[in-house]
């Protein structure tokens, strides 16, 4: 008998809010959406910006979540991270 682990036991990060890695994204994302994610990192994305995330993904715009989608936890860490890597003028 084979026990298959369930989902539960996946080692890959669920994506609970439907934005793919934000590593791949955010650093192709142009920089007037940048702009406009960054004036309020609580806010809801606008439905452009998560069409453009998911087109620079290359991810099927059929699997674009249909309700507000928000940055997690993990996507804000990135975002300092990285705004305190560059030089962001």
Same mark, same amino acid.
């Given at each position: 008998?084979? *026990?298959?682990?369930?989902?539960?036991?996946? @080692? &890959? =990060?669920?994506?609970?809010?439907? %934005?793919?890695? *934000?590593?791949?994204?955010?650093?192709?994302? @142009? &920089? =007037?959406?940048?702009?406009?994610? %960054?004036?309020?990192?609580?806010?809801p994305?606008?439905?452009?910006?998560?069409r453009?995330?998911?087109?620079?993904?290359?991810?099927?715009?059929?699997?674009?979540?249909?309700?507000?989608?928000?940055?997690?936890?993990?996507?804000?860490?990135?975002?300092?991270?990285?705004?305190?890597?560059?030089?962001?003028?």
């Amino acid at each position: 008998m084979t *026990i298959i682990d369930g989902p539960e036991h996946d @080692e &890959r =990060p669920a994506r609970t809010h439907g %934005l793919p890695p *934000i590593g791949l994204w955010w650093p192709m994302l @142009e &920089r =007037p959406l940048q702009r406009e994610v %960054l004036e309020n990192l609580d806010a809801p994305l606008r439905t452009y910006v998560v069409r453009r995330i998911f087109d620079l993904c290359e991810l099927d715009a059929q699997a674009i979540p249909r309700t507000g989608v928000r940055l997690g936890v993990n996507e804000r860490a990135y975002i300092a991270g990285w705004m305190h890597a560059v030089d962001w003028s």
